[in-house]
């Protein structure tokens, strides 16, 4: 593919000072395009590019992801270069290639291990000092004074009005989770400081190197409650037991938690409402049923 300025290729090469020497299609997800590229001092980069998602998208992961790593909690890997914008012409991120391997026979303990620090570590508010977003979804960080609010206002209210707009659920769903934002002071269980958020925890977004370590991608970060993760963990499958006990030993969860599972998979259940419809509203409701 050609591209303002050169192929893809010459356009990474350039921004990194390096020439590249060899490039290959790889799996980079629903939304981009990826690549390996090979670069001539034997490095090898994983790049994304995009044409038609929202400018900012790429900005906003490597923000993430520098987030996370600051933390020296969980495995991220180094941003190496990003070109975004509304005014690029090519947009790209690029990053410090994972050689994709298979989980080792510690992975599940060190991920919960890493989780919990990560989750440990401190967090100034609930929210984020920028917006960012979840998939092509705007998420809007605002901080608020209590979590209960943020998760109200921040993350479920957008997608519910989003969600009716697109017809994607009945009109009188506004009502419905009206009527739960009322009683989430005592939903939400008992009050927990922030936690810095992966954000978009699904089995997709973990990966094993080749020494089957475990490493997260594609965040979507915020301060936010803890749980959240964890329930998105549990969402979508994926991530064995020894995970979540590892978890426990490191940063046991609240009394409850249990109970709060599906609380807290409202708000990926409503992302994918709003993203692609169909069954996703359908779960949504089901679970709204059963705390509202």
């Known amino acids: 593919m050609r591209w303002v300025g050169g192929t893809l290729p010459e356009v990474v090469g350039d921004a990194l000072g390096v020439r590249v020497t060899a490039s290959a299609a790889v799996t980079g997800g629903d939304i981009n395009e990826a690549y390996r590229l090979v670069l001539a001092d034997g490095r090898q980069v994983f790049v994304k590019t995009d044409v038609h998602g929202p400018p900012g998208l790429f900005d906003a992961e490597a923000a993430g992801l520098a987030w996370l790593r600051e933390t020296a909690t969980v495995r991220v890997p180094r941003v190496l270069a990003v070109r975004d914008g509304a005014e690029v012409a090519t947009r ?20 919960g291990r890493a989780l919990a620090a990560l989750h440990r570590f401190p967090c100034p508010r609930f929210g984020l000092e920028a917006d960012n977003l979840l998939a092509t979804l705007p998420q809007d960080n605002t901080p608020t004074a209590t979590w209960p609010e943020f998760y109200a206002r ?51 977004n973990a990966i094993a190197d080749t020494d089957g370590r475990p490493w997260l991608v594609d965040p979507a970060v915020y301060g936010g409650h803890r749980e959240v993760d964890l329930a998105m963990m549990r969402l979508f499958g994926g991530f064995g037991e020894r995970v979540f006990a590892a978890y426990d030993e490191v940063h046991p969860r609240a009394a409850g938690h249990d109970h709060r599972v599906g609380l807290y998979q409202l708000y990926p259940l409503l992302a994918h409402t709003v993203l692609f419809g169909g069954r996703y509203g359908t779960s949504t409701l089901a679970q709204l049923e059963l705390y509202a």
């Open 92 to 111: 790209f991120l690029a990053l410090d290639w994972v050689p994709p391997g298979r989980p080792g026979p510690t992975h599940d303990e060190e991920l």
């Open 154 to 204: 921040r993350r479920l209210e957008p997608l519910v009005r989003a969600a009716v707009e697109l017809r994607r659920l009945p009109a009188e769903a506004v009502g419905r989770f009206e009527r739960l934002f009322e009683h989430l002071e005592v939903l939400c269980g008992p009050p927990e400081p922030p936690s810095r958020l992966h954000g978009d925890l699904w089995a997709g």
